[in-house]
């Protein structure tokens, strides 16, 4: 059990912007470890906003940003629990990309995504057993779209089982059967998805946050989002037409090379 309590190179449990958070987080917290662990998954659930593509950054610095992706929030969940004396560790597993986004996704983004991707939730040791508590999708994200995109439902932890997304098992390509102490070689790879891409992906979300419970469809969606980002980013809206028009130039070419 000792490795689930020590910090690691991007666990850092033992950094100061760490220990200053948990004991403001745990503020008229009761001391029992059901109490920590549940005020630490709502605390990371709702103030750090899910986003794509923070990579070699740690659990302290997460902190910090204020978003991250699922592996970031999941690392950072860790690190907030060992600080408090909890042991906790991590579920990588490779899920259907498109499946796991759910009807949130965009044809106008899906051409982009690969057919699988790592999704990483923590876990954490209460009473005896490990319970899976996966704090990615935000209260914003779940206010926003879920009449939408059933998937986004919100996760709730109460301490006493596990709180993960609503993921169909068949879009689960492959699990890690037992806890694992870091994901630090996870978070040290490099993103393979241009940054252009990733403020494309970003906004969506945000939009989503912020007016998805005005809209009655994704289709609706996605006409009146790509509006919005011209109409608020244009600099990176440019940029992602330009991206849009070298990647089907790309696959017109590759089509020609496989007639």
Not at 166 to 179: F, G, K, S, T, V
Request: hydrophobic residues 40%; contains cysteine.
């Amino acid at each position: 059990m000792h490795d689930f309590l020590s910090p690691t190179d991007f666990c850092d449990s033992d950094h100061p912007r760490i220990r200053s958070a948990i004991r403001n987080i745990l503020f008229a917290t009761p001391q029992d470890h059901t109490a920590i662990a549940r005020r630490c998954f709502l605390w990371v659930r709702d103030h750090i906003q899910y986003t794509l593509g923070l990579y070699n950054v740690t659990a302290s610095e997460t902190l910090f940003a204020g978003h991250g992706s699922c592996s970031n929030k999941a690392n950072l969940l860790c690190a907030l629990l060992r600080a408090a004396g909890i042991p906790s560790g991590f579920i990588p597993m490779q899920v259907r990309t498109k499946e796991y986004f759910g009807p949130a996704s965009i044809p106008r983004l899906n051409r982009y995504l690969s057919e699988k991707s790592l999704h990483v939730h923590a876990t954490v040791h209460l009473d005896g057993r490990w319970l899976r508590v996966d704090p990615t999708d935000d209260v914003r994200m779940n206010l926003g779209f879920f009449h939408i995109s059933p998937t986004c439902r919100l996760v709730e932890f109460d301490g006493t089982g596990d709180a993960v997304l609503a993921l169909d098992p068949a879009h689960i390509l492959e699990a890690a059967e037992q806890p694992v102490p870091d994901i630090d070689d996870i978070l040290r790879k490099k993103s393979r998805i241009p940054p252009q891409l990733l403020d494309v992906f970003n906004a969506y979300l945000d939009y989503l946050r912020r007016y998805g419970i005005t809209l009655d469809s994704i289709a609706e969606g996605e006409v009146a989002f790509f509006d919005w980002f011209r109409d608020t980013n244009r600099h990176a809206y440019e940029k992602f037409l330009l991206l849009e028009e070298l990647f089907t130039a790309r696959t017109a070419l590759a089509a020609q090379g496989k007639a």
